[in-house]
């Protein structure tokens, strides 16, 4: 009798495939000769016969990949799914022609995670996966969704997976896909298509295992930060933040200026709303020129005013045009019919850069930036705002149109 695991194209000997069954290969479940276990034990033998259910995670053009840990994700379909990924990544690579890749036969992957405690663990899963593809993974370790971003601008990989929850409830978590140009890479189409093999195992690309490679790339997306915390003068900020590390962040580069800081005890619900204390009491309380609230995956962000009051997507985008009066402003442009909320962020992006439109938003907090790097980075945009307003002594509600 010949072997063959599912998903490889060689034959194997029966050894093979009852060491194969006792690690617990994932490819054993959907194996047509599982049920030949040999004198393997019994626990074994039951593990063997049981095949993997149905993978209720949730596909979004916009975040990637989502579902509830343990219930939804564990390592095993984590890795599954990225297998489907990658093969879709190479096959796109190869249609293409692309010389990055093409020309060595490897695919470069760059891999990261956010500070969840379950991303730790299905990092594990995706790196798995992607050892098995032969190609080269560049590890940047747990960094926030921005300093990802800037690590895919600064290592160009073919594709770029995260893994994050994004701004679902604790319990979940997923993986966000993200193309060599930093835009997102599922498509409504590859969606699809993901959808419909998920449930299957892939080819494997390479019977080697894949090089690995860890890379530092905090320290220079921190520098990179720093350049555009300059030139601003003394403020008095509140900010409502959920993640330490962001915070930790943007003191050490508010450390550079004359800045002082009040943080806002509490969190920030599914919801997206502060649970505790609310930022515009703490703002009029400490009389405080200006609030921030920053997003778990330190993308998104609302500003207030000296007087609590929110500024609208609008009036941030005015006054960020104003540090550069000789572009034209975004808002003279037709923000509701040229820019509509129903685009994904793809689109957005690519409609950004067909118009050369120095700054956009969805209006759900979200401002990217078309020269920069990252695109998208709340402490980015913090600092661009206090940039502006540090060109005049007026405070922000005398700047802006709520």
């Given at each position: 009798m010949t072997y063959c695991c599912p998903g490889e194209q060689q034959g194997i000997a029966r050894a093979v495939h009852l060491a194969r069954l006792a690690a617990g290969h994932l490819a054993c479940r959907d194996c047509l000769h599982r049920h030949d276990t040999g004198s393997l034990p019994r626990h074994i033998v039951s593990r063997s016969r049981q095949r993997d259910g149905n993978i209720d995670f949730v596909l979004d053009s916009d975040e990637g990949l989502r579902g509830v840990y343990v219930n939804e994700l564990t390592r095993e379909r984590m890795a599954r799914f990225t297998a489907h990924v990658i093969d879709m990544a190479h096959a796109d690579l190869l249609k293409a022609d692309d010389a990055r890749s093409t020309s060595t036969g490897l695919i470069r992957v760059a891999?990261?995670?956010?500070?969840?405690?379950?991303?730790?663990?299905?990092?594990?899963?995706?790196?798995?996966?992607?050892?098995?593809?032969?190609?080269?993974?560049?590890?940047?370790?747990?960094?926030?969704?921005?300093?990802?971003?800037?690590?895919?601008?600064?290592?160009?990989?073919?594709?770029?997976?995260?893994?994050?929850?994004?701004?679902?409830?604790?319990?979940?978590?997923?993986?966000?896909?993200?193309?060599?140009?930093?835009?997102?890479?599922?498509?409504?189409?590859?969606?699809?298509?993901?959808?419909?093999?998920?449930?299957?195992?892939?080819?494997?690309?390479?019977?080697?295992?894949?090089?690995?490679?860890?890379?530092?790339?905090?320290?220079?997306?921190?520098?990179?930060?720093s350049r555009q915390f300059h030139a601003i003068r003394p403020f008095r900020l509140g900010i409502a933040c959920p993640s330490p590390e962001l915070r930790s962040t943007l003191k050490q580069m508010l450390g550079q200026t004359q800045c002082s800081l009040a943080e806002l005890p509490g969190r920030m619900t599914a919801a997206g709303e502060w649970r505790g204390r609310a930022l515009t009491d703490l703002i009029c309380d400490r009389h405080l020129d200006l609030g921030v609230e920053i997003a778990e995956d330190g993308r998104g962000c609302r500003i207030f005013d000296e007087t609590g009051r929110q500024l609208t997507a609008q009036a941030v985008l005015k006054l960020l045009n104003s540090v550069e009066p000789d572009q034209d402003s975004f808002l003279s442009q037709s923000f509701t019919s040229e820019t509509p909320e129903a685009l994904t962020e793809r689109d957005l992006r690519l409609w950004q850069q067909h118009s050369r439109q120095s700054c956009v938003t969805n209006q759900t907090g979200r401002y990217w930036f078309l020269e920069e790097s990252p695109a998208c980075d709340a402490l980015q945009t913090l600092a661009r705002v206090l940039e502006a307003l540090s060109l005049t002594d007026r405070p922000a509600s005398a700047l802006c149109l709520h």
């Amino acid at each position: 009798m010949t072997y063959c695991c599912p998903g490889e194209q060689q034959g194997i000997a029966r050894a093979v495939h009852l060491a194969r069954l006792a690690a617990g290969h994932l490819a054993c479940r959907d194996c047509l000769h599982r049920h030949d276990t040999g004198s393997l034990p019994r626990h074994i033998v039951s593990r063997s016969r049981q095949r993997d259910g149905n993978i209720d995670f949730v596909l979004d053009s916009d975040e990637g990949l989502r579902g509830v840990y343990v219930n939804e994700l564990t390592r095993e379909r984590m890795a599954r799914f990225t297998a489907h990924v990658i093969d879709m990544a190479h096959a796109d690579l190869l249609k293409a022609d692309d010389a990055r890749s093409t020309s060595t036969g490897l695919i470069r992957v760059a891999v990261g995670f956010d500070f969840r405690a379950s991303s730790a663990d299905l990092i594990v899963g995706v790196v798995n996966a992607l050892r098995q593809t032969g190609g080269q993974i560049l590890d940047v370790g747990p960094v926030s969704r921005p300093a990802f971003d800037f690590a895919i601008q600064q290592l160009r990989p073919d594709i770029g997976l995260y893994v994050t929850g994004g701004l679902r409830p604790a319990a979940w978590n997923g993986l966000d896909l993200i193309d060599h140009a930093g835009l997102p890479w599922l498509t409504s189409d590859r969606q699809e298509q993901l959808t419909q093999t998920a449930r299957h195992l892939p080819a494997r690309l390479s019977r080697r295992s894949g090089r690995y490679e860890f890379v530092e790339i905090l320290p220079d997306y921190r520098d990179r930060l720093s350049r555009q915390f300059h030139a601003i003068r003394p403020f008095r900020l509140g900010i409502a933040c959920p993640s330490p590390e962001l915070r930790s962040t943007l003191k050490q580069m508010l450390g550079q200026t004359q800045c002082s800081l009040a943080e806002l005890p509490g969190r920030m619900t599914a919801a997206g709303e502060w649970r505790g204390r609310a930022l515009t009491d703490l703002i009029c309380d400490r009389h405080l020129d200006l609030g921030v609230e920053i997003a778990e995956d330190g993308r998104g962000c609302r500003i207030f005013d000296e007087t609590g009051r929110q500024l609208t997507a609008q009036a941030v985008l005015k006054l960020l045009n104003s540090v550069e009066p000789d572009q034209d402003s975004f808002l003279s442009q037709s923000f509701t019919s040229e820019t509509p909320e129903a685009l994904t962020e793809r689109d957005l992006r690519l409609w950004q850069q067909h118009s050369r439109q120095s700054c956009v938003t969805n209006q759900t907090g979200r401002y990217w930036f078309l020269e920069e790097s990252p695109a998208c980075d709340a402490l980015q945009t913090l600092a661009r705002v206090l940039e502006a307003l540090s060109l005049t002594d007026r405070p922000a509600s005398a700047l802006c149109l709520h």
